[in-house]
């Protein structure tokens, strides 16, 4: 495309934000030249479209947003957020026209136009007087300090905060019987392992869940080595459980005594060995 062609100007309009445009390493012929780059801020102006004003200019969108993301590009984006603002101005003019004068809506009839009548959008300018004159046009007579007045937005505020308080609430309470529910399989399981050991053995669990509760780990307090007594220990434990073949969740059992108040209502404080 002809980077002077007919109609173009390398001066921005008085009304557009005046920007020192991004510099170029090369000048290319298709590149983004300073020209270039006005006539593409100018043509966001005239049309608030990127597709149309990258058209007008001969560029594609992607090379125009890669310069907005220029590392020198600061002022180049501001005027084109400024530009894109006249679009918005340039569509409220077109949106105003229309629900002031209508459009025409063509009578077709064994396939021509036989004539034409004008259509106006009620709604549209119910909704523009409200915007623009709530305390005429408002909801409630007009009273409303905007298009939805203030009670109502709080009422809605107060829907959404209850709304959000319930599923909170919804969300914790399922954490809660999750976790209730977890506890109570690892109880289930535990006195389902207890109900399958013999008597000797479960003897033998219950003489040593009371003397874990006469001791329970102060025991270590007395040894001159409490470093070496537990490292002796966790070093026994392979050894000692290498054949256990339960879950975790069963040794978590055993480990936190679940399922004693259950299984073992005769454990006590009193001394093992009186």
């Known amino acids: 495309m002809n980077d002077n062609a007919p109609g173009s100007s390398p001066e921005l309009s008085r009304d557009l934000v005046a920007f020192t445009p991004v510099p170029r390493a090369k000048n290319r012929s298709d590149g983004w030249k300073a020209e270039v780059q006005k006539r593409f ?58 629900a002031l004068n209508g459009v025409e809506v063509p009578v077709v009839a064994y396939g021509a136009v036989v004539a034409t009548y004008r259509q106006y959008d009620n709604r549209l300018a119910a909704f523009i007087l409200r915007n623009h004159l709530p305390w005429q046009y408002g909801e409630e007579g007009g009273r409303a300090a905007h298009a939805i007045d203030a009670k109502k937005l709080a009422r809605l505020k ?18 809660r019987a999750g976790a209730a529910d977890f506890v109570d399989r690892i109880k289930t399981m535990h006195v389902h392992w207890w109900s399958a050991l ?24 007395r040894e001159e080595d409490a470093d070496a007594a537990i490292a002796a220990a966790e070093a026994e434990y392979p050894a000692v459980f290498a054949g256990d073949g339960r879950s975790r969740a069963l040794l978590l059992g055993e480990m936190e005594g679940i399922g004693d108040e259950a299984t073992c209502p005769e454990l006590g404080d009193g001394d093992p060995e009186g």
Do not use: K
């Open 41 to 98: 801020i100018e043509a966001l102006a005239d049309t608030g479209s990127v597709a149309a004003a990258c058209r007008m200019v001969g560029r594609s969108e992607r090379s125009a947003y890669m310069l907005r993301r220029h590392p020198e590009g600061a002022e180049f984006a501001a005027a084109w957020a400024a530009a894109q603002g006249h679009g918005v101005l340039r569509l409220q003019d077109a949106v105003l026209d229309r």
């Open 158 to 175: 107060n829907e959404w905060r209850q709304e959000w308080q319930a599923e909170r609430d919804r969300e914790q309470d399922e954490a």
């Open 198 to 221: 013999s008597p000797r053995a479960r003897a033998a669990y219950v003489h040593f869940r009371r003397v874990e509760r006469l001791d329970g780990r102060r025991w270590l307090d």
